[in-house]
């Protein structure tokens, strides 16, 4: 069987406070982006796990396809599969690929296999892998809370019809860092009343709590989202904890950046 691991975007990302099990509790809305790794699960006579295109980083054994096999197989009989992971999502960019190929792993091997496990049961089990897991299990706009994993579906007519870029400078920046460098605050303003307005009103409310820091330490990714207004974006922010940055534009006012050849730039319909 064969999926394709979608990634995410957010749009506004607040970070309103600490908890006692060493995450925070943060408000955001994940939008999926039709840009995908692809993933291909066989049965097979043993357990085998191979990646191919952008290299992943770490031990095999730590993959989170191969952590999601795992976390399954503690539940139920699951027989030896073959994995095949095909990488074109950016890692370690705020766009969610790691959580994606997870989340498609319990998804693809719940079908089939038959395990019968209810969406509940996969984002429970999603969050076990990380915080951004469980919106790969609906994969439809969501506004979320707690570490990610209250997740409300959401529509947004404001992106309808527009086109998003994505550059991604290939700076990593740790997720535990970012959020470190974070106070939390409450939220002043509702996400899902500032993106039910035009898109136009959005520049100066719908806000990432982590551009501060990262811009900081990183002003090549502000850069990049300065260039991403120059040349017309209606919006633009860095999505995560970075360093991946987007710009959403009229179809017919695509950007034409002047960015370093080794940046990773995406095109895609909203
Ligand atoms: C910031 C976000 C926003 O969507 O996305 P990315 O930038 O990673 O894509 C997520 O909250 C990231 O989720 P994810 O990448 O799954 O993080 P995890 O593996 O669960 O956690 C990595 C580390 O980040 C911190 N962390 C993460 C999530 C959270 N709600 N509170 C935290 O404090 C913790 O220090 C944790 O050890
Ligand atoms: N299938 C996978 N794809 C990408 N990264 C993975 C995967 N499995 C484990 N990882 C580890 O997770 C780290 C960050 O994952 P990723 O989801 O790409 O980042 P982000 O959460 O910033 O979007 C990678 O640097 C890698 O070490």
Redesign the pocket.
Known sequence: MISFPIC?I?LG?H?VG??ND?????E?I?YPIALNDVLEIIQADTFSFKATGIPVDGDPAKNLCVRAYDLLKQKFDLPPVYMHLHKAIPL?????G??SDGAATLLLLNQKFQLKLSPGELIDLALQ?????PFFIINKPCI?S???EILQPIDVPALKGLKIIIVNPGIH?N??W???QITPTAISHSLSDIIAQPITTWKNVLKND?EEAVFAAHPAIKNIKDQLYAQGALYASM????ASLFGIFNKNNIAELRLPENYFVHQSDL
Do not use: E, M, Q
């Open positions: 995410k957010n990302l970070i600490k908890r060493g995450y925070h509790n943060l955001t994940f370690g960019a705020g766009l969610g790691g959580s892998l990380g915080s951004d897991c979320a707690g570490r990610g920046v997720t535990g970012a959020f470190s982590f999505s995560g904890s970075g």
